[in-house]
């Protein structure tokens, strides 16, 4: 059952850096990531009918359509390893899918705390996403230049098995730019007018960012 607690929203173009950090602000508030992207992979290496129906739009840098997303949500929010608060991370990213949350939200008694907008310019996008290496063990990012991948040996997780997103090649990253600006970003007005936004600047350290992060959460 969702939380009353701490529920936050990460809103922020592709490679902003919400998943790294995502992962500090739960780790430290006891919360749950729900991260829509590494849901849809995982279905897609299954061959899930979700992952079937998902792929072919990924692959091209466009958005999975807002029922399936919605349909995913609804049954994944339920899970009890939600029951401390959820860390929503790629989710909503259309003006559909905020009105069905916060349907959702009224139907649990949810409680959202803050939608913290990572905010990073297009050009650094471009050169983090096109030096990203995943791994499909942990679900770890890391970049070729300034956070190199482990030994697969070394990993403190099980064995790594990195590789380059279809989707972090750089035409798809371009297209999943304007994808962001046309279809995500409208969400920017809409959670400033509940009062719930919050503008952080994504271009510091990790843990310079992480520092502004808890100055809105606290
Ligand atoms: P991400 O890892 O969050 O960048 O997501 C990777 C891809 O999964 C996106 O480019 C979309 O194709 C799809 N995706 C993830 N979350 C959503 C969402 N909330 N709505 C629609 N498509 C999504």
Known sequence: MISKMKNLIFIGPP???????????????????LSTGDILRSNVSKMSPLGISAKSFMDEGKLVPDD????????????????????????PRTIPQA??????????????????????PDAEI?????????????NRTFHILHNPPPDPKECDRGVCDIYQREDDKEETILKRLSVYH??????????????????????GTLEEVYKLIEKEIE
């Open 68 to 91: 399936l997303i919605i349909n995913m949500i609804k049954e994944e929010i339920t899970k009890p390893e939600y029951s401390n608060g959820i860390l929503f991370d790629g989710f």
């Open 182 to 203: 046309n279809q995500t970003s409208p969400l920017i007005e809409y959670y400033e007018n509940k009062g719930k936004l919050a503008h952080i600047n994504g271009l």
């Open 126 to 138: 471009i050169s983090r996403l096109s030096g990203r290496r995943s791994c499909r063990t942990c």
């Open 15 to 33: 490679g902003a850096g919400k998943g790294t950090q995502a992962e500090m602000i739960c780790k430290n508030y006891g919360i749950r990531q």
């Open 99 to 120: 009105v069905a949350l916060d349907n959702l939200m009224d139907e649990f008694g949810f409680k959202l705390v803050r939608v913290l907008l990572l905010e990073v």
